[in-house]
């Protein structure tokens, strides 16, 4: 046996439905986050048992649990020393009812009533046979999540390497100038957090390939078609949308003649593709994304004909202008475009970005805006909610995987507050594909 942290303000993810891609994701930030704050009385030392293979984590509810299962050993006739592996039961048993048939068949043959012991064993060889693909199946994760990780650590590389380029691509989000667009209404009472699951996350959000805008200023174009892609894959239509497309799209005083200046809100795009009669969005593969500049023509213009053969199209999205409304569009499962101004933690993060040793905004690069898709939210440990807030929201940038945990990080509430843009951020509730 051998010991493990495990953070008391996490949950069982599996519980929740969620993938092994999402589960790995948010125990990553999670683990980053208990060591580099040593949250030490917010851990526990546990032991770890085998089953099939599989690590489970021992605490005082499993420990009750094994005091029942020894019980119901004891009920069965099994040993009762220690509390047994599926596998052990299943192999204890299954001689002890061949032991039962061999006792029976032989009574029987005595009055001449034998009865066949087929039926008994085929069904304790299909209980054998779910335990071994279940084994096999543990295996065959722990295998991935080790190249997912190793896959995270060599693009964080890249990453560091290239965050000077990331930086120049950054531009102002021009603040939108509109009147009618829809605001969700919320409730006057206000949304406690310590009414929520420990976290929850947009459905599917995060098992989305992270993708990467390159040297241009087009984040908030990655932003809003993952928003679209994360409503569509919801509908099980799982589609990689254009952000070349969608990019020219959102920026109309620059779809007829070239523009010298970079960066653009993804309002225009939103109300674009709302308004249009039939799908506009294509598939990236038809309007292929661009990741170098081009000199005084931001949109790229004129673009692939390919461009004009869209497929999907936004619904209906609305305003979110504070946590309440925020974090009530997140448990809706509407991922929210969000806009930032950068602090140093936000570049070289390890899966969360927080207010601590941030005391203010800096005069260069690191000032100007990112747009990027919040997808969930997760509540923090006590200890830190008088400097961080109650939660973070869970989100996914547009750098690669190398950003963060897998291109992911959870930025806390206390600095979404210190460098939010001071405009509305947009969820999407509904997007249509052919």
């Known amino acids: 046996m051998k010991s493990t942290l495990i953070l008391l303000f996490s949950l069982s993810f599996s519980s929740y439905g969620l993938s092994n891609k999402s589960n790995l994701i948010l125990s990553e930030i999670q683990k980053s986050i208990a060591r580099d704050f040593n949250i030490s009385n917010e851990l526990k030392i546990v032991e770890e048992v085998e089953y099939v293979d ?13 005091q029942i299962r020894i019980q119901a050993q004891k009920k069965l006739g099994l040993p009762t020393d220690r509390p047994l592996s599926g596998k052990e039961r299943v192999e204890l048993l299954k001689e002890i009812n061949r032991q039962k048939i061999k006792a029976n068949k032989e009574q029987a043959q005595k009055k001449g009533l034998a009865k066949s012991s087929n039926w008994m064993d085929s069904k304790i060889d299909e209980q054998q046979n779910w335990q071994e693909k279940k084994k096999a199946q543990i295996k065959s994760w722990e295998e991935e999540k080790k190249k997912i990780l190793n896959n995270w ?31 969700k209404q919320v409730k006057k009472t206000k949304i406690k957090v310590e009414n929520f699951k420990d976290y929850h996350v947009v459905k599917g959000s995060l098992d989305l390939d992270i993708k990467d805008q390159g040297q241009r200023p087009t984040c908030a174009s990655f932003a809003g078609v993952r928003a679209i892609e994360i409503v569509l894959a919801k509908q099980n239509k799982n589609l990689s949308l254009s952000e070349q497309y969608f990019y020219f799209s959102s920026k109309p005083q620059c779809q007829t003649s070239p523009c010298q200046r970079g960066g653009s809100w993804v309002y225009n795009g939103f109300m674009r593709s709302k308004s249009s009669g039939d799908y506009d969005i294509p598939l990236r593969k038809s309007c292929p994304y661009v990741k170098t500049q081009k000199s005084s023509n931001d949109t790229q213009i004129p673009l692939a004909t390919g461009c004009q053969r869209g497929v999907a199209k ?13 974090l009530k569009a997140l448990k809706d499962d509407h991922p929210v475009v969000s806009g930032f101004k950068l602090s140093d933690s936000f570049y070289n993060n390890d899966g969360y970005v927080f207010s601590t040793n941030q005391t203010k905004l800096a005069n260069d690069s690191h000032a100007k805006g990112h747009a990027i898709v919040l997808v969930g939210y997760m509540k923090l440990p006590k200890s830190l909610e008088s400097k961080e807030g109650r939660f973070c929201y869970l989100t996914a940038n547009s750098w690669g995987s190398g950003w963060g945990k897998g291109g992911h ?3 806390s509430e206390r600095w979404v507050d210190q460098y939010r843009y001071d405009i509305p951020f947009l969820a999407v509730s509904k997007a249509s594909a052919k």
Do not use: M
Request: aromatic residues 6%; glycine residues 0%; contains cysteine.
């Open 314 to 326: 936004l619904d209906s999205f609305y305003e979110v202008r504070n946590h309440d409304s925020i």
């Open 54 to 66: 599989k690590v489970v984590a021992k605490n005082k509810v499993e420990i009750q649990l094994d």
């Open 153 to 183: 650590k060599v693009d964080k590389k890249r990453y560091q390497k290239e965050i000077p380029q990331y930086k120049q691509s950054l531009e102002e989000i021009p603040v939108p100038k509109t009147k009618t667009i829809k605001v």
């Open 409 to 411: 990080a959870c930025l």
